[in-house]
């Protein structure tokens, strides 16, 4: 799957997708990440990239020109019949979740616009974009960390960038519960011991065990994730003794 990061900080976006599990899975061709400086495609004497709000107010613009040069750039490289889309990373947008990230892995490009300052000019919105897409309701200072944040999500699900499949399909968020607690050597730990069930060898009992405490877990701190799980996969009603 290929992904193009359209930014002011390219170098940003790059280190952070360039360690641990995405850049393996970068060198080993599953995805790629290309980003795309916008001060590159301004036309002006300082290269800048930003202006004032007409009608006033605080801060600066990112001005529609360089941002759909940009776009027409990376658009000029789009393959035939290859599936993409544009996303502007925005608090206004839909609320990323599991599955917002699995819808995306329907498209083979993602072309993927960060604003910064005040935002950026609507009118390069209306041209280019296809969807707005939120990481949550709090206002940070660019749409480079929710854009690595979203390349994550989808990136991860890609075959052969986890060992298997199993690793994100069975796992907290994805089946609609959070996770059960997890251990790992040594058997005891400042006089804590790991629960004996796990050392058992008992596979029943233990996956009897983690789901009593993904759904006690998420009872206790997400009750509407809970009550969702409860109408999808109700508990089986006991059979009634024949008389
Ligand atoms: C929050 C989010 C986001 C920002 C989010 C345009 C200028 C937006 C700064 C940018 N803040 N982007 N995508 N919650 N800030 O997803």
Known sequence: MKF???TLFPDLVAGVLGESILGRAQKNGILTVTCHNIRDYSEKKHKNVDDTPYGGGMGMVMAAPPICACYDAIAQSFAEGERTRVIYMS???R?????VAR???EYDRLVILC?????VDQRAVDRIVDEEISIGDYVLTGGELPACILIDSVARMLDGVLSSPECY??????SGLLEYPQYTRPVEFEGVPVPTVLLSGNH???DKWRLERSLELTRERRPELYEAYMLAYPPKE????RK
Do not use: C, F, N, W
């Open 4 to 6: 193009d990061v359209m």
């Open 91 to 93: 608090p206004k947008g």
């Open 95 to 99: 609320m990323l979740t599991q599955k």
């Open 103 to 105: 819808e995306l892995l």
């Open 115 to 119: 604003g910064h300052y005040e935002g």
């Open 169 to 174: 399909e069975g796992e907290s968020i994805a």
């Open 204 to 206: 029943a009992e233990i």
């Open 238 to 241: 006991p059979r009634k003794k």
